[in-house]
């Protein structure tokens, strides 16, 4: 379905609760409020106001309770707005009262995330991801919404799947992601197989994740020339990129981009991304770039942690960037064995982030020449398949091999280290 925005710009009154009996994720703050409206102009809209509602609970029928969604509703009249996007999850019937009450418009969080994806994903995997992602979170809506999702035209919320056919044939929606899952395995299938490549290389793979708008991908492109678009704007990447990086003389590896984590990512949104996200189930190092400008700076790189804990394998190192360094006072900067402070935008402190990454990998890693005997020969065969070979002499002494190899091969070749 395409956007109208060329003609009309949607004008978004933004709602949120902040409810006792809520978890700090379900909440909403001054903080996410300011972020769904840095999401809301992603998207391509315009906020005309924000409103905090403070109660005990939600109110069972309309979340917010009538009064206040009438004092919304002459709000949203006044400043002529479009339509009402609420910083919380809504249940169908919420939407469909909130609806009936304001009289526009209302979406819930996920589903501006979600539009936001389906803008920003350009290849024929991250659209299978975004389509997925919508169709599970339409289907448990699809009863009890009436006629909402039957709104034609363009704007925010209105992009994907055609709402009218997902309303009459819930079947159809059933295959439908059964389909595009199987479609996803196969994805997966083809990364394992371009996977174990690099592994049989002993390429390793160094994962940028943060959160988002933090700079990844302006990184990537100053590390690599990759030419991504790097943008002001939150999830500007939702395709991974990856790119060979020459660290050093004896060190290649590959450099993944990743979408940017958020507060309050669906659940179903990282699930239905996993095939883009598992790529740091298999990262060697985890580059975590971090906003150091970001008022919100602490509490972003809790989310990520956390996320970093559900997708990563354990154990994996990260190394803790702080971009945008050069708008912060260096003394609000940590100093730490796995932290570099640098300028992406301006191209600042890359040595010092290539020879950080090196000595990461290189932990787990040993540049060892070897002097093997003639008897051992099968062992060349075994680290060109398991690790870097970088130079091998047959010499009257025996076979001389410089490798990069890692811990269990060094352990079982040591005794052949030259010295």
């Known amino acids: 379905m395409e956007s109208n925005f060329e003609t009309k710009q949607e004008r978004a009154v933004l709602v949120g609760l902040n409810a006792d009996c809520f978890s700090k994720e379900q909440t909403a703050t001054d903080e996410t409020l300011e972020e769904l409206e840095a999401l809301l102009e992603t998207a391509g809209g315009f906020c005309t106001a924000k409103i905090l509602q403070n109660r005990h609970a939600p109110d069972s029928h309309s979340f917010i309770g009538t009064g206040k969604a009438e004092e919304i509703r002459m709000l949203i009249e006044a400043t002529e707005s479009t339509m009402a996007i609420f910083d919380n999850d809504l249940s169908p019937s919420q939407i469909r009262a909130l609806s009936d009450i304001l009289g526009v418009t209302v979406l819930d969080r996920s589903a501006l ?68 899952e199987e479609e996803l395995r196969q994805v997966r299938q083809v990364r394992a197989v371009q996977r174990e490549r690099r592994q049989k290389n002993s390429v390793p793979v160094v994962a940028i994740v943060g959160y988002t708008n933090a700079g990844k991908s302006t990184l990537l492109n ?132 290539l020879a950080a990454i090196e000595k990461a990998l290189n932990r787990r890693l040993h540049h060892v020449t070897l002097l093997m005997p003639y008897s051992m020969g099968g062992q060349v065969e075994v680290l060109h398949d398991n690790a870097q070979v970088l130079r091998v002499d047959y010499t009257p002494e025996g076979i001389e091999v410089e490798t990069i190899c890692d811990e269990i091969l060094y352990g079982r070749l040591r005794q052949y280290e030259k010295e």
């Open 113 to 180: 995330i979600l539009d936001i994806f389906a803008q920003r994903a350009k290849t024929k995997e991250g659209r299978l991801q975004v389509e997925l992602a919508q169709y599970k979170y339409l289907l448990p809506k699809l009863s009890g919404m009436g006629t909402s999702l039957s709104r034609q035209g363009g704007g925010i919320g209105t992009r994907g799947p055609g709402e009218t056919q997902l309303e009459t044939d819930r079947r159809h929606i059933r295959s439908r992601i059964n389909r595009l």
């Open 222 to 353: 100053q590390l690599t020339g990759a030419g991504i678009p790097a943008n002001n704007r939150l999830f500007d990447t939702l395709d991974t990129t990856s790119r060979l990086l020459a660290v050093s003389d004896n060190l290649d590896v590959v450099l993944s981009d990743t979408v940017g984590f958020i507060a309050k990512l669906p659940h179903h949104l990282v699930e239905a991304f996993r095939a883009t996200l598992e790529e740091l189930e298999y990262a060697d190092l985890l580059l975590h770039v971090i906003d150091s400008s970001d008022p919100n700076r602490e509490a972003h790189i809790a989310v990520v942690n956390k996320l970093i804990g559900q997708l990563a394998k354990p154990d994996t190192p990260v190394l803790r960037c702080y971009n945008k360094a050069d708008l912060v006072p260096a003394e609000e900067i940590p100093v730490g064995e796995d932290i570099v402070a640098i300028s992406a935008a301006q191209g600042r402190g890359m040595d010092a982030l």
